[in-house]
């Protein structure tokens, strides 16, 4: 492999993937534990640090899930990702500190008594499944190994998206939050555009209504526009189409800074948790982990396992070339 080059890519060789590898499942941590405290808060200006004690919530034990079943089967299989959630799943663990949504628990036990992996989240919400953001919060893994692969990170985010979330809105938004993060990966700091990086991803999309807010995040980037018309245009809710925009255009917005992505992000209120996950998980692909401030990852909870696992995943990418 010439030295500077993947895929032919300039300036992406495999020590650059390695850092944005562990840079984006890092950032999900990093995003998710920072929003955690501030969960279905009102809009808020961050002017300082906020308190972070490491501590995540299902978003990043899930992406952890991802992760782990990617590289112990060595690509996806729907019936092992499903199992490797619900190992992960401690009830008691969960409800006090991972804060777990209705869905997920009811998914497995669903599974449980029989019912397929990819059927149990259709008997969801009157048989419609869940458009909620849980699918796109996790799937940072998928976009990491599928960065240069768009036909196959389309087919395998719709996959694993349907272990919990069955409605096309909850699939689609993880879609577009996995390519988000493929693009990431692809772009070496400081050459994105954000506009051209909204207008490709809106390109991608098949679904209008996340065409119509990627459309709506490039004026606001053109506008410059405060906070609490980000949070009115684009949405700061649970819903895929209200948050996985809102997370793209936080970092869109601050593309120069991880941690202004994240503060920003986090700034909205509502699912802070969330979005500051997936927001993190786009800037930590664009700038590697050595730009994440070193002592939120220290204070990470399993930091060096969520490392370890960036690298395992890496390790499975250049077993695929």
């Not at 308190?51 to 978003?59: I, P």
């Not at 199992?83 to 449980?112: H, Q, S």
């Not at 993060?181 to 809106?202: G, I, Q, T, W």
């Not at 120069?256 to 503060?263: A, Q, R």
Request: net charge negative; with cysteine.
């Amino acid at each position: 492999m010439q030295r500077g080059f993947f895929l032919g890519v300039p300036g992406l060789d495999v020590a650059a993937l390695r850092l944005k590898f562990r840079g984006s499942m890092l950032g999900t941590g990093v995003g998710d534990a920072l929003g955690r405290p501030l969960e279905g808060g009102v809009f808020r200006l961050v002017v300082e640090q906020p308190e972070f004690d490491g501590r995540y919530t299902d978003d990043t034990e899930m992406m952890i899930g991802v992760a782990e079943s990617l590289v112990e089967v060595g690509g996806f299989d729907g019936e092992h990702m499903a199992r490797t959630f619900m190992r992960n799943y401690d009830p008691d663990l969960d409800r006090a500190v991972r804060r777990y949504g209705p869905g997920p628990p009811t998914v497995f036990r669903l599974i449980e008594r029989g019912e397929r992996w990819d059927a149990a989240s259709r008997r969801l919400f009157g048989g419609e499944g869940s458009f909620g953001n849980g699918a796109a919060m996790r799937i940072a893994p998928v976009g990491l190994l599928y960065f240069d692969e768009p036909e196959a990170l389309r087919k395998i985010t719709e996959q694993s998206s349907l272990i919990t979330h069955a409605h096309p809105l909850g699939v689609e938004g993880a879609v577009v939050q996995a390519y988000a993060v493929a693009l990431a990966v692809k772009s070496k700091p400081p050459s994105l555009n954000p506009r051209e990086f909204l207008e490709e991803l809106e390109a991608f999309t098949r679904e209008e209504v996340y065409r119509e807010a990627l459309r709506e995040a490039a004026l606001l980037l053109d506008e410059r526009a405060d906070r609490r018309k980000v949070v009115s245009a684009l949405g700061n809710g649970v819903e895929a189409f209200r948050s996985v925009p809102t997370a793209i255009y936080c970092f869109a917005a601050n593309a120069e800074s991880f941690e202004k992505t994240v503060l920003y992000a986090i700034s909205l209120g509502g699912d802070t948790d969330t979005i500051g996950a997936m927001a993190g998980a786009i800037s930590g692909a664009y700038h590697g982990e050595e730009k994440i401030p070193s002592e939120w990852v220290r204070k990470l909870e399993n930091a060096d396992y969520i490392a370890s696992l960036a690298d395992r995943l890496l390790e499975l990418k250049l077993k695929q070339q």
